[in-house]
């Protein structure tokens, strides 16, 4: 689909892709040249018929960030950037599995342009919004140094204090997400399972029909 995250990637590719070619052919690509081939990269149906449509117009100015800017203006709603934001500051991992919050995160983070996110305060955003336990396990950390931990290591980190409350029964998670999880041999105790309140009563109470939870 053409949305914020999927145009930002594509303009990255391209770009990505002329500079390799200038690198490996030791040869500077001119604007007509990468205006023209990536007209004829776009596979998206809306995005063909746009193109044949500022052809002519786009080739013969011949400047990439012209060509760009008339992209995004015609594909992305004006406020895409501050609805972005808007996504990211409002991403909460809640009831949800780590990975899954951690990835909706990171691609949110992805359809800015680069370093409209710093790395620091993405890995306090991973952190602050996180469920609530998973925060407070990760601030027990002692040796823990947010500022100089990479954004890799730190994810890696905060999944591997998330299964271990997994492990220790102390969150809850579908059977699905269990079961992709943990491959031991031996089954994890963990606390004597407790009936689910009635359905009809949570819909009534404007609660989740899933995890029964009501507000």
């Avoid at 689909?1 to 500079?19: G, K, Y």
């Avoid at 370093?115 to 952190?127: D, I, K, Q, T």
Wanted: glycine share 4%; proline share 4%; aromatic share 10%.
């Amino acid at each position: 689909p053409i949305d914020a995250l999927n145009v930002t990637a594509w303009i990255s590719d391209c770009e990505d892709a002329f500079e390799s070619f200038e690198v490996l052919k030791d040869r500077k690509l001119d604007g007509t040249f990468r205006v023209r081939e990536a007209g004829r990269m776009l596979q998206h149906e809306d995005a063909k018929a746009w193109w044949m449509g500022v052809r002519t117009d786009q080739i013969a100015k011949g400047v990439w960030k012209d060509f760009v800017k008339l992209f995004k203006e015609r594909f992305l709603p004006a406020n895409w950037r501050l609805l972005a934001f808007r996504n990211y500051h409002l991403c909460y991992q809640r009831h949800r599995d780590f990975s899954e919050y951690a990835a909706e995160l990171n691609s949110i983070k992805n359809s800015l342009e680069l370093g409209a996110v710093s790395e620091f305060h993405y890995r306090l955003h991973l952190l602050f919004h996180s469920h609530e336990l998973l925060y407070l396990r990760v601030l027990a950390l002692n040796n823990l140094d947010v500022t100089t931990t990479s954004t890799d290591n730190f994810t890696a980190l905060l999944q591997q204090q998330w299964d271990s409350l997994i492990a220790e029964g102390r969150v809850r998670v579908s059977r699905a997400v269990s079961a992709q999880s943990f491959t031991t041999a031996s089954p994890v105790s963990g606390p004597p399972s407790v009936p689910l309140p009635d359905r009809d009563a949570v819909v009534q109470a404007g609660g989740c029909t899933r995890c029964r939870l009501t507000p």
